[in-house]
């Protein structure tokens, strides 16, 4: 009596990421650059499964195997050049607002820092180092943080807004603080 085994191959997948007009790709290893008008952007993308070439005006991401991982990581990997595309003509720009009921908080960026004076009557200011690639600007009561990548510009709104977050304090009273009311081009409801 003979059995038989069926082995499935499992196919490979590839997904195309079209080059947006005014944006230069390249590879350098696992390592993609894409340049725009206004700025360069860097990412290193380190996957074992995944290989990346590029063709003409076409990006391609390729995996050797055709598992559910595999597929979340290259929609991952399609959205992220896609943010660096966009990033690189036109910066992500991130809008917070600061609220101050109770006490006149005093926020200003000097050098590397973005520093918060007087939250809720507090001596000591608090002090946030940003990191490099955002560009940070307060113009009245709002915080505009500008960056080519979309991560860096995200980060730097998020790590502002813990910043000034207070614990055991009722936030219907007490809502003083910095808040964000728009990421890259959305409202915050």
Do not use: W
């Amino acid at each position: 009596m003979e059995t038989k085994t069926n082995k499935k191959k499992k196919k490979s997948i590839s997904e195309i990421v079209r080059i947006a007009e005014g944006v230069s790709v390249r590879l350098e290893g696992n390592e993609v650059i894409v340049k725009g008008k206004k700025s360069e952007v860097k990412r290193d993308f380190r996957y074992k499964q995944i290989e990346l070439k590029l063709e003409g005006s076409q990006l391609m991401i390729n995996s050797r195997r055709n598992t559910k991982r595999e597929k979340t990581i290259i929609g991952s990997l399609k959205a992220h050049i896609k943010n660096m595309m966009s990033g690189a003509n036109e910066p992500h720009k991130y809008i917070l607002k600061i609220c101050s009921g109770h006490f006149p908080m005093n926020v200003s960026v000097a050098k590397n820092e973005f520093i918060v004076k007087n939250l809720l009557g507090e001596k000591v200011p608090r002090v946030l180092r940003l990191k490099e690639g955002a560009n940070v600007r307060i113009e009245g009561d709002i915080v505009t943080i500008e960056a080519a990548d979309k991560e860096i510009a995200g980060q730097v709104a998020a790590d502002i807004e813990k910043l000034t977050r207070r614990g055991n304090y009722d936030t219907r009273v007490f809502q003083d603080g910095i808040y964000i009311i728009n990421k890259d081009g959305k409202d915050v409801k």
